[in-house]
């Protein structure tokens, strides 16, 4: 056998290699953002940025989400907690939002913090507690 004949064997083989690589790492990946992405918490997160009247000031009524969605889901013992990423797209403008959630005792999925990126800011959507108020001197 010839040395070129030889070297298109190998390099064929290793072709073959790689794309079996890659497409089993590509098939993990779409798994896992279809996972996340049709999961009860990216659907809580949908809903309540669809419903945020502070988002709507800003980008106009949420007309659409990006198709994919990032970030991680944790559940153990009944409890849960995820950080999403979606891009939000308005009647206005897009945006990148984060959406925090978290469930107890296996209930419903709750938004516990929600912000998007506008301009270069981080605007946030919850304000869970009021700054106290200064003591009168």
Same mark, same amino acid.
């Given at each position: 056998m010839s040395t070129k004949k030889i070297i298109a064997i190998v390099v064929g083989i290793v072709a073959v290699?790689?794309?079996?690589?890659?497409?089993?790492?590509?098939?993990?990946? /779409?798994?896992?953002f279809r996972t996340?992405?049709?999961?009860?918490?990216a659907d809580t997160a949908r809903s309540y940025l669809r419903s945020n009247e502070k988002l709507k000031q800003d980008i106009g009524?949420?007309?659409? /989400?990006?198709?994919?969605?990032?970030? $991680?889901? $944790?559940?153990? $013992?009944?409890?849960?907690?995820?950080?999403? &990423?979606?891009?939000? &797209?308005?009647?206005?403008?897009?945006? $990148?939002?984060?959406?925090?959630?978290?469930y107890r005792s296996n209930r419903n999925w709750r938004v516990t913090d929600a912000s998007y990126d506008s301009d270069g800011q981080t605007i946030e959507l919850m304000q869970p507690y009021a700054p106290a108020p200064l003591p009168s001197p």
């Amino acid at each position: 056998m010839s040395t070129k004949k030889i070297i298109a064997i190998v390099v064929g083989i290793v072709a073959v290699i790689g794309l079996i690589v890659a497409l089993f790492v590509g098939g993990i990946a /779409f798994f896992v953002f279809r996972t996340i992405g049709h999961s009860e918490a990216a659907d809580t997160a949908r809903s309540y940025l669809r419903s945020n009247e502070k988002l709507k000031q800003d980008i106009g009524e949420v007309k659409d /989400f990006g198709s994919i969605v990032t970030g $991680n889901i $944790n559940v153990r $013992n009944g409890d849960g907690v995820a950080t999403l &990423y979606l891009k939000v &797209y308005g009647e206005k403008k897009t945006v $990148n939002a984060r959406v925090d959630l978290s469930y107890r005792s296996n209930r419903n999925w709750r938004v516990t913090d929600a912000s998007y990126d506008s301009d270069g800011q981080t605007i946030e959507l919850m304000q869970p507690y009021a700054p106290a108020p200064l003591p009168s001197p």
